[in-house]
């Protein structure tokens, strides 16, 4: 059996990746380092489509493993924005409980709790850089796939088709792919979010982007969290959480268009919390978009086939932990691996592996996630938040 090892499972085959998250493209790159033939199909229309989205930590046993094997750590280093990690956590009047800007950053990438932000877009940038020309298939919005004779038929919704021997699905959250890998299906955590983004923060909301200086900020009182973060392009996003019917927002009768609409739904939700945070509402051509947080269940489970898998979130959502995009990046690092390691005696053996790793990983994650928004959605949010820093090491 041993010597059968060693086999390139790889070699003369179509890998179609659909998505290109994080999770997509850092596979693509790690996959053509081994010589793969890969395809990413996209549904954005191009790569300039402005990503929304606070910027992101990558961590060092996860995200930053990944690029470094993928041989980006220094356009990543060339990117990163330094400072953006400083957290303040405050109370529903801006009270510093706990303050990263009291100290240096280390800005070592050998220190396992520097943990440097990225916007979305540099990210997805650096990675598309990485790849052979004519990799990614821009507007390709996948409806569907059909297993044929040792493969997979792609149908995209403008009628295209296109074949792959492998078919990994990167597409996120609502992945068309998922459905032929396993028919459980994300539930709904109790949390919502209320996501925005207001440009030239600087001008629109000079308190707040005096109290966020560059970095993120966690308001938490009430059982409620606001959550802000600064973006390299002077711009500021905001999730606003609290929990709620999972149909809040078709119930709630709020056009988001209409920003004096949501502010007036903030005041009653919000009501003990100070005037500054009414600077988010100012705006009239701020959309607040409605995002009800799903995760998948930690029992899940399912049968691994030979030519199909997932990665990121389509595989494991979770609502955010501040772990989702390095988990979508792990998750590429390990298939990539047991892809073209040699270390399998055929495809769905290296599958099976990659898929038992990932849903142990899962499990552990989803534990922690669940005790998060526990806490942070209790009276005592703020106080265990505020402990959980000082715990962390200097
Ligand atoms: C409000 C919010 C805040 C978050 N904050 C953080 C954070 O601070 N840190 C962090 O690590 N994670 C965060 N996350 C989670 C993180 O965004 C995801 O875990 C991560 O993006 C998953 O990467 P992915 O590559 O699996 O999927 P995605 O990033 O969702 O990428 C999927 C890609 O597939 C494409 N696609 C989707 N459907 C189709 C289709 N039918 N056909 C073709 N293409 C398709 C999409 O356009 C997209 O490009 C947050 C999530 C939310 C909702």
Redesign the pocket.
């Known amino acids: 059996m041993e010597a059968l090892k060693g086999i390139n499972l790889i070699e003369n085959k179509s890998i179609a990746i ?9 596979l693509a790159r790690l996959l053509q380092l081994k010589g793969a033939n890969v395809k990413v ?4 229309e191009n790569r300039h489509i402005r990503l929304q ?6 961590h060092f046993e996860s ?1 930053l493993k990944a690029i470094e094997t993928a041989g980006l750590l220094n356009a990543f280093k060339e990117n990163y924005r330094p400072d953006n990690d400083k957290y303040r956590v405050v109370d529903q009047n801006g009270i510093i409980f706990h303050d990263d800007h009291l100290k240096e950053s280390t800005g070592d990438f050998g220190d396992e709790w520097f943990r440097p932000e990225i916007d ?1 877009g540099p990210l ?1 940038d650096i990675l598309l850089d990485s790849l052979e020309p004519e990799t990614v298939v821009w507007d ?4 569907s796939v059909e297993n044929i004779e040792n493969g997979w038929q792609i149908v ?2 403008n009628g295209n088709i296109a074949n792959a021997d492998i078919v990994i699905g ?8 998922r459905p032929f890998v396993t028919p459980i299906k994300p539930v709904y955590s109790g949390v919502t ?1 209320l ?1 925005g983004n207001i440009e030239n923060s600087e001008k629109n909301t000079p308190q707040i982007n005096s109290l966020l200086k560059g970095g993120k900020i966690s308001a938490m009182a009430d059982s409620k969290t606001l ?1 802000l ?1 600064a973006k390299g392009d002077g711009s500021l996003d905001f ?1 606003i959480g609290w929990k709620t019917d999972e149909n809040w927002a078709a119930k709630s009768g709020i056009d988001f268009k209409n920003a004096k609409q949501v502010q007036t739904w903030f005041k009653e939700e919000f009501k003990n919390w100070s005037n500054i945070w009414q600077e988010l509402f100012k705006e009239n051509e701020t959309t607040f978009v409605p ?1 009800p ?1 799903y995760g998948m269940p930690s029992d899940q489970n399912w049968e691994t086939q030979s030519n199909i898998t997932l ?5 494991h ?13 792990l ?1 590429a690092l390990e298939l990539s691996e047991n892809l073209t390691n040699g270390k399998f005696l055929n495809l769905k053996e290296a599958i099976a592996d990659y898929e038992k790793e990932m849903f142990e990983r899962f499990v552990k994650e989803e534990k922690v996630t669940e005790d998060f928004l526990d806490f942070m959605y209790s009276p005592k949010g703020l106080e265990i938040m505020v402990e959980m820093f000082h715990e962390l090491p200097n």
């Open positions: 659909i998505g290109g998250g994080p999770g997509g493209l850092t199909y996209e549904r954005d989205g606070a910027t992101l930590d990558l995200g979305r997805r390709s919005h996948i409806v995209f919704q990167a597409d996120g959250a609502n992945s068309k792919i979010y996501v959550f973060s999730y995002r947080l990665l990121g979130d389509a595989a959502l979770l609502p955010p932990n501040g772990e989702g995009v390095n988990a979508a990046m998750d």
